[in-house]
């Protein structure tokens, strides 16, 4: 490495550090101040357990649903031409760009008792999983559709002109390249759904052992003065966040190979 090299390491590694490394030791110093009986009460106590079953479920639900509909609506952006492409592409990232709070206003106003549907989400799991899947939908948009951009239509050209059907060509030649983008939305997908918080404040009602996700729940432990439970909880969702990620990690590398 050259010394310009060295430097920019050095000073990389330092900030990411300071941000991510440094903070996520000391959340596992505090969680571990209580020992292995704070991580067992998690799992023992029933409002804190059906939280977590609760998060876990609908991220793993709007995540798989994401990834085909994403990719989906990447392909549409990319492949097809009709009007109204352009503010399409751009509305994709208002989620990202929108205030989450403001986010849950949005979908209470929509789809509340009060809305002009009278779907009446609000206070139920249905609210859980429409605010996730609103926050974590363009994750999988905008990892897919670059890719979708630089291929080449050569070789779909061919395989048509071979007598392959549309299917066929997608399965065999589009698909094992957009695997590893789809799964690396996937990744983000989850791993932001797992920490929705602000979207729920309106819209889910946080109630416990039916609607109370977990950052709720670490909220309100804080909230009672148990930080190290708070921590333990935390830790505990870090460590299904890595999982999720190594488990898709995996997952699209075999896939990619058996493409």
């Known amino acids: 490495m050259t010394p310009g090299s060295t430097l920019g390491l050095g000073i990389g ?3 990411f550090s300071l941000l991510v490394l440094i903070p996520l ?8 101040g209580g020992g292995l009986d704070t991580y067992k009460s998690i799992f023992t106590n029933n409002q804190t357990f059906n939280a977590l079953k609760l998060t ?14 994403g990719t989906i609506i990447a392909w549409v952006l990319v492949r097809d031409r009709f009007p109204g492409k352009a503010i399409l592409d751009l509305v994709i990232d208002i989620p990202f760009a929108m205030p989450t709070i403001v986010a849950g206003l949005v979908l209470l106003a929509l789809y509340g008792s009060q809305g002009p549907l009278g779907t009446e989400f609000e206070n139920t799991r249905k609210a859980v ?13 905008r990892t ?14 061919a395989a048509a002109s071979l007598g392959a059907t549309r299917f066929t060509t997608f399965r065999r030649i589009v ?14 997908s989850f791993a932001r759904g797992i920490s929705e918080y602000g979207s729920l ?3 889910s009602g946080n109630l416990p052992n039916q609607t109370e996700v977990t ?11 148990n930080r190290p439970a708070a921590a333990a909880l935390a830790t505990v969702m870090l460590v299904v966040a890595l999982i999720a990620i190594v488990a898709l990690d995996i997952t699209q590398r075999r896939l990619a190979r058996r493409g």
């Open 13 to 15: 590694m330092i900030w």
């Open 25 to 32: 030791a000391a959340i596992v110093v505090e969680a571990s």
């Open 215 to 225: 950052s709720f729940r670490v909220a309100s432990i804080l909230e009672g003065g």
């Open 144 to 157: 897919v559709q670059p890719v979708l951009e630089e291929m080449e239509t050569d070789v779909e050209d």
């Open 201 to 203: 404040v309106l819209l």
């Open 129 to 141: 999983f429409l605010a996730i899947a609103f926050v974590t939908l363009p994750f999988i948009v």
């Open 56 to 69: 876990v479920g609908v991220s793993v639900l709007t995540t798989a649903i994401n990834m085909v509909m």
């Open 175 to 188: 698909l094992p390249t957009l695997i590893p983008a789809i799964f690396a939305g996937a990744a983000l």
